[in-house]
């Protein structure tokens, strides 16, 4: 007896539950790891370090108990280089793990590895934030599952950004913004409404598990073991004609995201190029570091929240501190980032936000006195959406976090005009950035286009009726063709998007009498057989291209191949897993660089 058809689990079902299953993982993940940095906080600043001060003073060293807040931070990178030498964690990124163009295995391993990591730098006093490990631990779990399960990839990668919407969900109290982070960078060219609703889901889980666990109020600021819950004072616009001095605002936070953006490239080239340094020793290169200017900076260390809510709470800085403040806070974000330490960027992002908003604040009130203007907290929290926006690339996940942290509709047009601004005078710029897109690949190297490419499938010549065109795609089952002359030069290619364009603008009577030359495209974008596979498939991510014509280098109007995306995306996998085997595991005979050979299609 067969079964109930009503009963059966269909494919998207499945995927639904697997994702409610990832966020309820992520978000009992994220509220441990939010108790976890309390404890490793509490244990480094409170437990050791304070009974050492205390210990030190019967014997007439006070001033020696004066540098001992300096060892945290010390202590911590020694940590964490025992931790790199004993469990190595590899390097990955969200962009690394939602990127369909390599194969990521992970290890279940991984997760926990990651969390005890960043809670270690955290509570040491590193000057990052606990966004990234949540977010990474939540696309770690999503690709553990789907691969598990034997997914096909597509599914993997959407239970990975249901993971990462997961993770800034719960660790954010902020679902809305978690379902766009993971449609901005992770789901930047395959978003359909399933895939949303499976991002959706799990983000509510995760968000349902992080307020049972850390509690329910709108602010980002949860409570942990050792500070309690803090809620954001409401937002007031005093007037309309405010608008445009948030525009101001908004010019400077890029400036502020690009002096970010380039200071943390820089501290990890810096750490990178110690090559005589062993790894373990440059996080405590770095610890060092750290206390010795958080000494003079306190404030600029650790993930910084209480410093925000000093400000948004009216608390008095001058200038002067919030310059230090800016500048402090970049500087040791980048040795924390690039010695080695583990978090993430959004928490400084914020912190030097409210910082630079705060100190704008003050000087528009100073030059402007005869205009009832916000106060400076108002200009703080308009300048962390703004600097969040340009450091990570994703404007609606800042606009929307800085909506959900205040449930105050009033904020989304001052905080919209200013992320508009710092957004798009960053994306002119060009600089680097911290969480780069998944937009952005990063392909395994050494592949070329001749390793990769396949002979063309096929070939139409201009005066090619489009009638008979499209009886040759179907027969061939193409979903495009390479245009040529007589001579067989190539001049354009031709799509089904094409010919749908052509059905569209002229009646199916009057398309049958056209060519192939009058409805293809032209100029073709192509690439050489001796290019990198990495950057040669970049247009075809960019452009969205199925195809790239490979020509050759001496002649650029002589057809050679063709570079198929979906062959480029299976060999960087065999790539990926080769590189993880080798040397075990040979290239194959009657393949190149392990790549199965394509037979040539029948003439």
């Known amino acids: 007896m067969s079964a109930d058809p009503r009963l059966r689990l269909s494919s998207e079902n499945l995927v639904l539950l697997l994702a409610a299953a990832v966020g309820l993982g992520t978000g009992l993940g994220v509220v441990g790891f939010r ?87 955290l509570g040491a006093g590193a000057s990052l934030g606990p966004e ?127 002096a970010f953006s380039y200071a943390l490239e820089g501290g990890k080239q810096l750490f990178s190029r110690m090559a005589a340094w062993p790894t373990w020793s440059k996080p ?25 809510e000093s400000i948004l709470q009216g608390v008095p800085f001058s200038l002067g501190q919030l310059g230090l403040l800016l500048l402090g806070k970049v500087f040791l974000s980048a040795v924390s980032l690039g010695s080695g330490f583990v978090g993430g960027t959004f928490a400084p992002a914020l912190f030097l936000g409210a910082v630079l908003g705060a100190g704008y604040g003050q000087v528009v009130g100073r030059v402007l006195p005869a205009f009832a203007l916000s106060p400076p907290a108002a200009y703080a929290m308009v300048g962390m959406g703004a600097v ?62 001749q390793e990769v490419m396949v002979p063309p499938s ?21 979903h495009s063709a390479l245009v040529v002359d007589r ?17 569209a603008h002229r009646g199916a009577g009057e398309v049958a009498e056209l060519t192939v030359e009058q409805v293809s495209q032209s100029p073709v974008l192509t690439t050489f057989p001796d290019e990198a596979v990495a950057v040669a498939a970049e247009p075809m991510y960019e452009y969205d291209l199925r195809q790239l014509p490979v020509v050759s280098r001496e002649d650029p109007e002589h057809v050679v191949g063709l570079l198929d995306r979906e062959r480029v995306l299976l060999s960087q996998e065999i790539e990926s897993v080769r590189q993880v085997l080798e040397p075990e ?16 299609p029948a003439e």
């Open 35 to 121: 108790y976890l940095i309390g404890w490793c906080r509490h244990l480094f600043q409170e437990l050791l370090l304070g009974n050492l001060a205390k210990a030190v003073q019967p014997y007439g060293l006070e001033q020696l108990g004066s540098w001992v807040p300096a060892l945290a931070p010390l202590l911590g990178g020694l940590l964490i280089g025992v931790l790199k030498v004993a469990l190595p964690l590899p390097n990955f990124s969200l962009s690394s793990l939602v990127s369909p163009s390599r194969a990521f295995l992970p290890r279940p391993s991984w997760i926990p590895l990651k969390l005890v990591a960043a809670a270690i730098s």
């Open 388 to 449: 969040l926006a340009a450091s990570v690339r994703a404007p609606l996940t800042a606009i929307l976090l800085l909506f959900e942290m205040t449930r105050d509709y009033h904020i989304a047009l001052p905080v919209m005009a200013a992320v508009g601004l710092s957004i798009w005078l960053t994306e002119h710029l060009h600089p680097p950035v911290v969480y780069p897109s998944a937009r952005r690949r990063q392909e395994p190297k050494g592949l070329t286009v």
């Open 487 to 503: 001579q067989d030069r190539l001049r354009g290619i031709l799509t089904l998007e094409d010919l749908e364009r052509a059905l």
């Open 284 to 308: 405590i290169l770095g610890g060092a570091i750290l206390g010795g200017v958080g000494l003079w900076i306190p404030l600029a260390l650790g993930v910084g929240y209480e410093t925000i």
């Open 585 to 600: 595991v040979p290239a194959s005979e009657g393949s190149e660089n392990g790549i199965p050979s394509s037979p040539r």
């Open 132 to 258: 990234a490990p949540s977010v990474e631990s939540g696309a770690l779990l999503g690709s553990l599952v789907g691969q598990n399960l034997r997914l096909a990839r597509e599914r993997v990668q959407l239970l990975m950004a249901a993971g990462a919407a997961a993770g800034l969900a719960a660790g954010f109290n902020a679902p809305i913004a978690g379902v766009f982070l993971a449609l901005e960078l992770a789901l930047a060219r395959s978003f359909t409404t399933s895939a949303v609703s499976v991002v959706v889901l799990a983000a509510v889980v995760s968000a349902l598990i992080a307020q049972v666990g850390l509690g329910a109020q709108p602010a980002f600021l949860l409570p942990t073991i050792t500070q309690p819950a803090f809620v954001l004072p409401a937002y007031e616009l005093h007037s309309l004609l405010e608008v445009p001095l948030y525009l101001g605002l908004g010019f400077l936070a890029s400036l502020v995201s690009l």
């Open 458 to 478: 096929l070939l139409l010549q201009q005066d090619t009726p489009l009638r008979e065109a499209l009886e040759r795609l179907l027969q061939q089952k193409c």
